[in-house]
């Protein structure tokens, strides 16, 4: 459909239309302007749509063809810069799923596979195309980094350094992944490995990955975890644990960790302390999941450890899920016979998406140290 219909001044006329372009403007961005980040519709319901059903009908509305952005991670970026979010209607739909957040627990035992089945299961050969050597599905440190390799080695380094891995220490990683960092660990740290996922597709290439190194990977959830371990390590997992488990999880982790033992937690926070669920990303990319806060990192941590060192880089997520996103375009061809056009645009959103939300400052990525007990004379923990 061509954008002309904004152009029909029926459209212009149409209280849908003139709320948009009201709350458009304050972000500084155009409807069928020239510049990258203006938006093109070409559906003129998109307009009641928006305002009816906020961030799922805005996503969903882009999945479905009905508008189009040349630089989606700037229209997000002023989008969000602006606080249009919070001029949103908040429909009935996205009130009822944040009030089951907080009356159930979205990610029990039972319910905490469903996230490895739709996301991580999505297939290895999307993954392998757009992720780097290592399979790093998380935050990249790029402070010397140049490119995507450099920012995810550079990243595992820092993790191994952080935790003061010694040879013959045994290290368990929740959350392991395509088994990265545990095959990072035990080649150039000396240590014995032990990687839990939830994802079936997961394990397999992890343990094609790890074949001949000290590494056992384990298809199970976190809480079934009995074991003493050095260290512990955990990233991008816990946004996938929920508010409600939160303290069974420090438990879980204290449960594992020799005393003088360190954890480290890497992990997409939140500036606000809500059950901070987007309707969109919950129904197609990361169903049951919840950025934390501070302070429930810190509720949750108190009774457990004791905070040894809280490290923000949230900007770098920035450049690595556009590096995702650059790497995903070029890959597409020999993708699309397996995914659908919908998919491909989904799949776009979502990376564009969240890089303007990091850009914009509105999330943030923590690694996070903690120690069981405190560390006599402290820690000087590598940046």
């Known amino acids: 459909m061509s954008s002309s219909c904004i152009e029909d001044l029926s459209i212009r006329d149409n209280q849908w239309y003139r709320i948009v372009h009201e709350m458009l403007s304050m972000a500084d961005?155009?409807?069928?302007?020239?510049?990258?980040?203006?938006?093109?519709?070409?559906?003129?319901?998109?307009?009641?749509?928006?305002?009816?059903?906020?961030?799922?009908?805005?996503?969903?509305?882009?999945?479905?063809?009905?508008?189009?952005?040349?630089?989606?991670?700037?229209?997000?970026?002023?989008?969000?810069?602006?606080?249009?979010?919070?001029?949103?209607?908040?429909?009935?739909?996205?009130?009822?799923?944040?009030?089951?957040?907080?009356?159930?627990?979205?990610?029990?035992?039972?319910?905490?596979?469903?996230?490895?089945?739709?996301?991580y299961d999505l297939g290895n050969d999307l993954f392998t195309l757009m992720l780097d050597r290592y399979m790093q599905y998380s935050c990249g440190y790029w402070k010397d980094a140049t490119t995507l390799e450099e920012a995810q080695e550079a990243k595992l380094r820092m993790i191994c350094e952080k935790l003061d891995l010694r040879p013959g220490m045994k290290v368990l990683d929740i959350g392991c992944g395509w088994g990265g960092l545990s095959a990072f660990a035990a080649k150039h740290?000396?240590?014995?490995?032990?990687?839990?996922?939830?994802?079936?597709?997961?394990?397999?290439?992890?343990?094609?990955?790890?074949?001949?190194?000290?590494?056992?990977?384990?298809?199970?959830?976190?809480?079934?975890?009995?074991?003493?371990?050095?260290?512990?390590?955990?990233?991008?997992?816990?946004?996938?644990?929920?508010?409600?488990?939160?303290?069974?999880?420090?438990?879980v982790v204290r449960r594992n960790l020799k005393p003088d033992g360190l954890f480290l937690l890497h992990t997409i926070g939140s500036n606000r302390t809500d059950m901070n669920v987007d309707p969109w990303i919950n129904k197609y990319i990361f169903p049951n999941g919840c950025l934390p806060s501070i302070k429930h990192i810190a509720q949750a941590s108190e009774r457990c450890f004791v905070m040894e060192d809280w490290h923000n880089f949230g900007s770098d997520y920035d450049r690595t899920l556009m590096a995702w996103h650059e790497r995903f375009k070029q890959g597409w061809p020999q993708l699309a016979a397996n995914y659908s056009e919908r998919f491909e645009r989904m799949f776009r959103y979502y990376l564009n998406s969240c890089a303007g939300a990091f850009r914009a400052r509105d999330i943030q990525l923590w690694q996070i140290v903690f120690s069981p007990e405190g560390i006599e004379g402290g820690i000087r923990v590598p940046r």
């Not at 938006?39 to 882009?62: A, C, D, H, M, T």
């Not at 014995?192 to 000290?214: F, H, N, P, W, Y």
């Not at 809480?223 to 488990?245: A, T």
């Open 29 to 119: 961005i155009e409807i069928n302007g020239s510049r990258p980040f203006d938006i093109q519709v070409y559906n003129p319901n998109f307009f009641k749509r928006v305002l009816q059903q906020g961030s799922l009908g805005l996503g969903e509305s882009y999945m479905d063809g009905w508008w189009e952005c040349e630089r989606l991670d700037i229209f997000f970026q002023r989008v969000l810069t602006a606080g249009l979010e919070n001029k949103l209607p908040h429909h009935l739909k996205d009130i009822f799923n944040i009030a089951i957040a907080r009356l159930t627990n979205l990610q029990s035992k039972k319910r905490a596979w469903i996230v490895g089945k739709e996301h």
């Open 189 to 251: 740290y000396g240590v014995s490995m032990v990687g839990v996922t939830i994802s079936a597709e997961q394990q397999k290439l992890a343990q094609a990955r790890c074949a001949g190194l000290d590494v056992e990977i384990l298809l199970q959830d976190y809480r079934e975890l009995n074991q003493q371990f050095d260290r512990i390590v955990s990233v991008g997992m816990f946004e996938h644990v929920g508010p409600k488990n939160y303290q069974t999880y420090f438990n």
